[in-house]
């Protein structure tokens, strides 16, 4: 959708050697001072969690829908190479920090009104270079500035994961000063690779079996445990969880995998034209940006962002 052809990932949040990140807000204000976005409403969808775990994989499929002029056929073509976040990379890392597409989409809501939706792909978090602080830092600072979070996590949904979260969350609580709703909008756990299909359907409706499950608060539980789940009930308006197939064998051990449909299992494609609209669905009350219960915008957020950063520095 009217997109430059120079679009791109571009690196706004980075981690130094010696662990302090730098907010580059020349780049990031380029991004959110785009025209396009300029008076909108906004919405902010990222990802984040482990590395090497196809977040920047999916991250192309939203951005493919965000680009498809009709969202009813937005998947594209069998054999159309997968691009735009960098999903590869080989066997090192991409630089640690926080990565913006470089231009805003715009989506209309049923009033005809548009918004300017962004989108943010994350690195470093839980690889065992990253510090413990690395990783909450990128990661509250994620929940801060978006709207939607998409949680990206391997096989299952477990107990560490909703600590990390818990432990994420409350250092993000420290950057506002106060806050009279919940301090987040929407976490959504992406389970991928979900192997107990035959027990737990894909799709929204298992990733809610197991999330009830893994939120309920048991007799005799340990209880920090329940602590941790009461904090999460606090922080965000919504939580849910999707679960996703594994994508096939080509993808996981092909070198020359470029992506294309054509060598995707037809089940992982089959949830992803479920997952990737539910995410830049309007109707949902969370798809657009608030802060402590207001609607900002583009350039509100670029001053949110710059004083996060100064109090995590402090
Ligand atoms: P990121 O570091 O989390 O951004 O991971 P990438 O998106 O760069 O993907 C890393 C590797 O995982 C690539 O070789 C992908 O082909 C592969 N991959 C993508 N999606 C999936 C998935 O759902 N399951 C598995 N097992 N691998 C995936
Ligand atoms: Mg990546």
Same mark, same amino acid.
């Given at each position: 959708?009217?997109?430059?052809?120079?679009?791109?990932?571009?690196?706004? %949040?980075?981690?130094? =050697?010696?662990?302090?990140?730098?907010?580059? =807000?020349?780049?990031?204000?380029?991004?959110?001072?785009?025209?396009?976005?300029?008076?909108?409403?906004? #919405?902010? %969808?990222?990802?984040?969690?482990?590395?090497?775990?196809?977040?920047?994989?999916?991250? $192309?499929?939203f951005?493919?829908?965000?680009?498809?002029?009709?969202?009813?056929?937005?998947?594209g073509?069998?054999?159309?190479?997968?691009?735009?976040?960098?999903?590869r990379? &080989?066997? !090192?890392?991409?630089?640690?920090?926080?990565?913006?597409? #470089? =231009?805003?989409?715009?989506?209309?809501?049923?009033?005809?009104? *548009?918004i300017? %939706?962004f989108?943010?792909?994350?690195?470093?978090?839980?690889?065992?270079?990253?510090?413990?602080? *690395?990783?909450?830092?990128i990661?509250?600072?994620?929940?801060?500035?978006?709207? @939607? !979070? @998409?949680? +990206?996590?391997?096989?299952?949904?477990?107990e560490? /994961?909703?600590q990390?979260? #818990?432990?994420?969350?409350?250092?993000?609580?420290?950057?506002?000063d106060?806050?009279?709703?919940?301090?987040?909008?929407?976490?959504?756990?992406?389970v991928?690779?979900?192997?107990?299909?035959? *027990?737990?359907?894909?799709?929204?409706?298992g990733? =809610?079996?197991?999330?009830?499950d893994?939120?309920?608060?048991?007799?005799n539980?340990?209880? $920090?445990?329940?602590? %941790?789940?009461?904090?999460?009930?606090?922080?965000?308006?919504?939580? +849910?969880?999707?679960?996703?197939?594994?994508?096939?064998?080509?993808v996981? /051990?092909?070198?020359?995998?470029? &992506?294309?449909?054509?060598?995707i299992e037809?089940d992982?494609?089959?949830?992803?034209?479920?997952?990737?609209?539910?995410?830049?669905?309007?109707?949902?009350?969370?798809?657009?940006?608030?802060? +402590?219960?207001?609607?900002i915008?583009? !350039?509100?957020?670029?001053?949110?962002?710059?004083?996060?950063? !100064?109090?995590?520095?402090?």
């Amino acid at each position: 959708m009217e997109q430059s052809p120079s679009a791109g990932p571009v690196q706004i %949040v980075s981690i130094t =050697e010696d662990h302090k990140f730098v907010l580059d =807000e020349k780049k990031l204000k380029q991004i959110l001072f785009h025209k396009r976005a300029l008076g909108k409403k906004i #919405s902010l %969808v990222s990802i984040a969690g482990d590395f090497r775990k196809g977040k920047s994989f999916m991250l $192309d499929f939203f951005l493919r829908y965000l680009r498809a002029k009709d969202h009813k056929d937005w998947i594209g073509r069998e054999d159309e190479p997968l691009k735009g976040f960098d999903w590869r990379g &080989g066997a !090192t890392r991409h630089t640690t920090g926080m990565i913006m597409w #470089s =231009e805003p989409f715009l989506l209309s809501l049923p009033t005809g009104e *548009e918004i300017a %939706v962004f989108l943010m792909d994350t690195q470093g978090t839980f690889d065992s270079n990253s510090t413990v602080f *690395e990783n909450a830092f990128i990661f509250a600072l994620t929940l801060l500035v978006s709207s @939607v !979070t @998409v949680y +990206n996590i391997m096989h299952n949904l477990q107990e560490d /994961n909703l600590q990390h979260l #818990s432990f994420f969350a409350e250092y993000g609580v420290l950057a506002i000063d106060a806050y009279n709703t919940s301090p987040f909008q929407q976490l959504t756990f992406l389970v991928r690779d979900w192997q107990f299909e035959y *027990e737990t359907p894909y799709g929204f409706d298992g990733g =809610e079996e197991v999330l009830s499950d893994r939120l309920r608060i048991r007799e005799n539980q340990h209880h $920090d445990l329940a602590l %941790v789940r009461s904090r999460l009930k606090q922080c965000f308006r919504k939580v +849910n969880c999707f679960l996703m197939p594994h994508p096939g064998l080509k993808v996981t /051990n092909r070198r020359d995998f470029d &992506g294309r449909l054509l060598d995707i299992e037809q089940d992982f494609k089959k949830q992803l034209l479920t997952l990737v609209p539910e995410l830049f669905n309007m109707e949902n009350g969370n798809f657009l940006k608030e802060i +402590n219960g207001e609607m900002i915008t583009s !350039t509100d957020l670029f001053e949110y962002f710059k004083s996060y950063c !100064t109090v995590f520095a402090s």
